[in-house]
């Protein structure tokens, strides 16, 4: 029977058939060993000469990393083994040899593995990766379909910018301007008072001249979009989503997270209700510690791990001054200089994972903010109708889905978080 890696426990002491390619190969004269792997996990193939036909035998032999195979065995139960399993290989058929494979084992340097994307993903540390990433991909479908949430697509190509102008992709669209989508947020309102409880998740471009290890220039983000719900109500959704992705990681991803040497405490530990602290208390945090930070600043990398290395769980930080937000968050009624919106920073220096706020509802103010941001009440007619045509209180976020997997692998650089990183530098492969 024709299995994948991921079935064997179901086949203990069966004879099966496994496509495969070759991982890593170890051989004394009498006994091969090969890692197989199939792009469902990992399993060790061992091949014991007096006991298998002399063409298998000598296929083995010939076979080099990469190879692709279909290799036949018996699945044992080995508690030894990582993925609790062996296959004792009975018969073994090359698919093709593979030649001059340039991924070895030993070290390359980043430039050389980022050249080999397409190679590079076929490792064991980017399989574990991309698997999480998998996996927190269907939590954040099962999640917002648990909480009766719709899923919506908000348009890539655009007339306008949702997040200032600044990092915009321009295209040609026949003959009007367009741009790539910096966030779907602006339509997800639009959706939000059609709708309800609405999300979407997709891709999102900013041409930003940053080369940092936060920073892609094409990444996944989910932006839920919530009518009749405030600032506050919002954060405890926002709390419950990322306690829900962390735990699903767990429970679904042991082997991945013990590949990655993630310490799975401190996953544990990622359960709602997070700590919130106002921008006011981070700034004097800051300057108490010495950073050169005055109010009215944003945070730079440094500035939010510092914050976060006070708490052990994600942290929010509220209230920030107004002049260094987007134009559509609502002021705090308390006091007209912040507004009422908050980053999630993630803890271990991973930096925000969120960004999210309750939104101007009233038509007066949002029209003032049209005039100071020299934003075009034409271009954006339709997102002015929505507050004219039966305007309610609403909030909404967007969680950055490769930082958040960069964190939960305890990945340093997002670059292997996405299966193909577009950076500053880099459009290949
Ligand atoms: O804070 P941002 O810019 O917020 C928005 O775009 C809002 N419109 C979202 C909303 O309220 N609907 O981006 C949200 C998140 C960030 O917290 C970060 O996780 C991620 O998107 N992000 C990036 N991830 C990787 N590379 C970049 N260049 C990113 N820019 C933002
Ligand atoms: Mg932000």
Redesign the pocket.
């Given at each position: 029977m024709k299995i994948t890696i991921s079935q064997v426990g179901q086949h203990v002491e069966e004879t099966v058939t496994i496509g495969a390619w070759l991982y890593i190969k170890r051989s004394s004269g009498k006994i091969q060993f090969l890692q197989l792997r199939d792009g469902t996990g990992f399993i060790q193939g061992v091949m014991v000469k007096k006991e298998i036909d002399e063409e298998s035998w000598e296929a083995a032999k010939q076979i080099t990393q990469e190879s692709s195979l279909y290799v036949t065995g018996i699945v044992r139960q080995d508690d030894r083994a990582p993925s609790g399993y062996e296959l004792t290989i009975t018969k073994l058929e090359v698919i093709q040899v593979a030649q001059d494979y340039p991924i070895s084992p030993k070290e390359h340097g980043t430039e050389f593995l980022m050249d080999h994307r397409h190679l590079w993903i076929r490792s064991k540390r980017q399989h574990a990766i991309l698997k999480i990433r998998s996996e927190i991909i269907n939590a954040v479908y099962r999640f917002f379909d648990q909480n009766g949430f719709l899923k919506i697509d908000p348009p890539i190509l655009t007339p306008t910018s949702?997040?200032g102008t600044t990092n915009l992709f321009h295209t040609k669209y026949f003959d009007e301007d367009a741009f790539l989508s910096?966030?779907g947020?602006l339509y997800?309102e639009a959706a939000a008072m059609a709708l309800g409880k609405v999300y979407s998740f997709g891709p999102t471009f900013?041409a930003?001249k940053?080369k940092t290890r936060?920073?892609?220039?094409e990444?996944w983000?989910i932006?839920p979009?919530m009518a009749f719900m405030d600032h506050e109500e919002s954060l405890v959704v926002q709390e419950n989503f990322v306690t829900y992705i962390a735990q699903q990681v767990i429970e679904n991803c042991p082997l991945e997270l013990e590949v990655l040497e993630r310490d799975v405490e401190k996953l544990k530990n990622i359960q709602a209700p997070f700590p919130r602290i106002t921008y006011d208390e981070a700034i004097k945090l800051l300057q108490e510690k010495g950073h050169e930070i005055k109010w009215g600043d944003d945070f730079g990398a440094p500035d939010e791990t510092a914050i976060a290395d006070h708490f052990s769980k994600p942290v929010f930080i509220t209230h920030y001054p107004k002049d260094i937000k987007?134009f559509y968050m609502k002021p705090d009624p308390n006091r007209e200089d912040v507004v009422l919106c908050a980053?999630l920073i993630a803890p271990e220096g991973y930096g925000?994972?969120?960004?999210?706020?309750q939104r101007i509802d009233d038509p007066e103010l949002m029209a003032e903010r049209f005039s100071e941001h020299q934003l075009s009440p034409e271009t954006y007619k339709w997102y002015l109708d929505l507050r004219k045509y039966g305007t309610v209180p609403h909030s909404?976020?967007?969680?950055?889905l490769?930082?958040t997997v960069a964190w939960i692998t305890g990945t340093d650089h997002?670059r292997e978080t996405i299966p193909f990183p577009r950076l500053l530098n880099r459009l290949y492969p």
């Amino acid at each position: 029977m024709k299995i994948t890696i991921s079935q064997v426990g179901q086949h203990v002491e069966e004879t099966v058939t496994i496509g495969a390619w070759l991982y890593i190969k170890r051989s004394s004269g009498k006994i091969q060993f090969l890692q197989l792997r199939d792009g469902t996990g990992f399993i060790q193939g061992v091949m014991v000469k007096k006991e298998i036909d002399e063409e298998s035998w000598e296929a083995a032999k010939q076979i080099t990393q990469e190879s692709s195979l279909y290799v036949t065995g018996i699945v044992r139960q080995d508690d030894r083994a990582p993925s609790g399993y062996e296959l004792t290989i009975t018969k073994l058929e090359v698919i093709q040899v593979a030649q001059d494979y340039p991924i070895s084992p030993k070290e390359h340097g980043t430039e050389f593995l980022m050249d080999h994307r397409h190679l590079w993903i076929r490792s064991k540390r980017q399989h574990a990766i991309l698997k999480i990433r998998s996996e927190i991909i269907n939590a954040v479908y099962r999640f917002f379909d648990q909480n009766g949430f719709l899923k919506i697509d908000p348009p890539i190509l655009t007339p306008t910018s949702a997040e200032g102008t600044t990092n915009l992709f321009h295209t040609k669209y026949f003959d009007e301007d367009a741009f790539l989508s910096q966030s779907g947020q602006l339509y997800m309102e639009a959706a939000a008072m059609a709708l309800g409880k609405v999300y979407s998740f997709g891709p999102t471009f900013r041409a930003e001249k940053s080369k940092t290890r936060r920073h892609l220039i094409e990444f996944w983000m989910i932006e839920p979009e919530m009518a009749f719900m405030d600032h506050e109500e919002s954060l405890v959704v926002q709390e419950n989503f990322v306690t829900y992705i962390a735990q699903q990681v767990i429970e679904n991803c042991p082997l991945e997270l013990e590949v990655l040497e993630r310490d799975v405490e401190k996953l544990k530990n990622i359960q709602a209700p997070f700590p919130r602290i106002t921008y006011d208390e981070a700034i004097k945090l800051l300057q108490e510690k010495g950073h050169e930070i005055k109010w009215g600043d944003d945070f730079g990398a440094p500035d939010e791990t510092a914050i976060a290395d006070h708490f052990s769980k994600p942290v929010f930080i509220t209230h920030y001054p107004k002049d260094i937000k987007a134009f559509y968050m609502k002021p705090d009624p308390n006091r007209e200089d912040v507004v009422l919106c908050a980053d999630l920073i993630a803890p271990e220096g991973y930096g925000e994972i969120i960004g999210g706020s309750q939104r101007i509802d009233d038509p007066e103010l949002m029209a003032e903010r049209f005039s100071e941001h020299q934003l075009s009440p034409e271009t954006y007619k339709w997102y002015l109708d929505l507050r004219k045509y039966g305007t309610v209180p609403h909030s909404g976020f967007g969680l950055g889905l490769e930082r958040t997997v960069a964190w939960i692998t305890g990945t340093d650089h997002v670059r292997e978080t996405i299966p193909f990183p577009r950076l500053l530098n880099r459009l290949y492969p």
